[in-house]
């Protein structure tokens, strides 16, 4: 997917799931890179968003207004994946953790200052993706279950797009297990 600090609209990098949506997609599954803020997540690990601050600005929003977004993220789809993350022994114990996700524009990463106050915000984990696609498919009645790859520690100095996607690209076969998993069945239940 492309994102918009990459210089796209909004609208553009929306569309292909405006698209889905107006097809009539009940359900999505969204997934990020995002950086560590809280102390607790190690680089590698699996989370699951649970609800997210949206620092962003700009909306994918056009039409539609004052949607509700007090339970965006579905509680059921994170159910789910707690029951395919103990079948798979992800996580502390079989359990992911359960995040909020900041979403800051980018491109570049944060600094220390800025990680420091996402996490005074009330944020775990940190990125530049995620929370526009989550308003448009809740302006469009869908579940939603959003993941984040934790790549690194946020704030950190010296740290390497490279680093960013080789945690990534290394923790690929374990969020398709899990989502393999986790999406059999009627992704709109719940």
């Not at 359990?95 to 106050?117: C, D, W």
């Not at 690209?169 to 709109?188: F, I, M, R």
């Amino acid at each position: 997917r492309i994102h918009p600090y990459e210089g796209h609209p909004i609208s553009v990098c929306t569309a292909a799931l405006a698209a889905m949506l107006e097809c009539g997609a009940r359900g999505v599954a969204l997934t990020c890179a995002a950086g560590g803020l809280s102390p607790l997540l190690v680089p590698g690990e699996l989370a699951i968003i649970r609800d997210q601050i949206n620092l962003f600005g700009p909306t994918p929003l056009v039409g539609p207004r004052f949607i509700p977004c007090g339970a965006l993220y579905t509680p059921a789809h994170r159910e789910r994946l707690q029951a395919r993350a103990a079948e798979l022994g992800l996580g502390q114990g079989g359990r992911l953790r359960e995040v909020v996700y900041a979403h800051v524009s980018g491109p570049q990463y944060e600094t220390p200052a800025e990680t420091e106050a996402l996490r005074r915000l009330g944020g775990d984990t940190v990125g530049m993706s995620t929370t526009y696609e989550a308003i448009l498919a809740a302006a469009h009645g869908a579940s939603i279950l959003g993941i984040a790859v934790v790549t690194n520690v946020a704030g950190v100095v010296g740290l390497s797009h490279a680093e960013v996607q080789e945690r990534s690209d290394a923790a690929l076969p374990g969020l398709a297990a899990l989502l393999g998993g986790a999406l059999a069945g009627d992704p709109a239940q719940g």
